[in-house]
């Protein structure tokens, strides 16, 4: 029974990377990014070789902001490298290609009130 939940969430959070996160980037739709965001979540990490720390506000800011990837016609790929699930926690490590930018993610999620949502970013920039 509990490798069979741990499955259900798996592909749930499979699910919701692909119908929200990265829809959501490639859209540039907040409304959208917002169904998989905890409010709280706080973004770390570094985008080419700089340090970078958000708050969800802040990063929905920027997207909302910029040009969408849809709306400049730049590639756009993401891909989901593995999820582990321990009772209600989770952690998705994900690459996110878009504009000139490679991003290596791990993506800490929580399940509140039966939903799968994103409480923690951090990113990285890598080389191609």
């Not at 506000?57 to 997207?63: A, H, M």
């Not at 926690?89 to 504009?99: F, Q, R, S």
């Not at 930018?101 to 970013?121: A, G, P």
Request: no cysteine; proline share 2%.
């Amino acid at each position: 029974m509990k490798m069979e939940t741990s499955q259900q969430d798996s592909l749930a959070i499979a699910q919701a990377l692909e119908e929200y996160y990265f829809k959501g980037i490639y859209e540039g739709d907040i409304n959208i990014l917002k169904n998989i965001y905890h409010p709280g979540t706080l973004l770390f990490g570094d985008v080419k070789g700089q340090p970078y720390a958000k708050t969800l506000d802040q990063y929905l800011d920027g997207v909302k902001n910029r040009q969408s990837v849809k709306d400049s016609g730049k590639p756009f790929k993401g891909t989901i490298i593995s999820i582990d699930v321990v009772n209600t926690i989770a952690m998705a490590k994900i690459h996110v290609k878009m504009y000139e930018f490679n991003y290596d993610e791990f993506l800490s999620f929580h399940k509140i009130n039966n939903r799968w949502m994103i409480v923690n970013k951090m990113l990285t920039d890598i080389a191609d």
